[in-house]
């Protein structure tokens, strides 16, 4: 069974940082892993993601703000971000997908970690 746990969302003023962890149990071989968010009244939308050599996507609104990364040796992934907004204010989600066939997901998630920004 895999599971991912996350760790580190919070309430943060405007302008202020925090670190999403999330690490994955098990003994396994993930190959893309990446967050996404889900705002009050907001469809998910993909925040970054990260493949196992380190390249690296980001959404528009992450860019400059925000960055992935991950420890392959810890199956963890990270976000650390930076000059938050109060329109950062969502619900993450880490993914893991462990298939390394093309155009075949094997996704596995995490449970979501609250990040608050206050103006």
């Known amino acids: 069974q895999v599971q991912l746990v996350e760790s580190g969302g919070g309430l943060v003023q405007a302008g202020g940082s925090l670190r999403l962890s999330c690490a994955a149990s098990g003994s396994i071989s993930i190959n893309v892993m990446g967050w996404y968010r889900r705002a009050p009244g907001k469809q998910r939308e993909l925040v970054a993601v990260i493949s196992p050599g380190d390249g690296a996507n980001y959404a528009d609104s992450a860019k400059g703000r925000i960055t992935i990364s991950r420890d392959n040796a810890k199956n963890t992934v990270y976000l650390q971000m930076n000059s938050l907004k109060p329109e950062d204010t969502a619900v993450y989600y880490c993914?893991?997908?462990?298939?390394?066939?093309?155009?075949?997901?094997?996704?596995?998630w995490g449970q979501g970690t609250q990040v608050t920004v206050a103006s």
């Open positions: 993914y893991a997908d462990l298939s390394w066939v093309p155009r075949l997901r094997n996704d596995y």
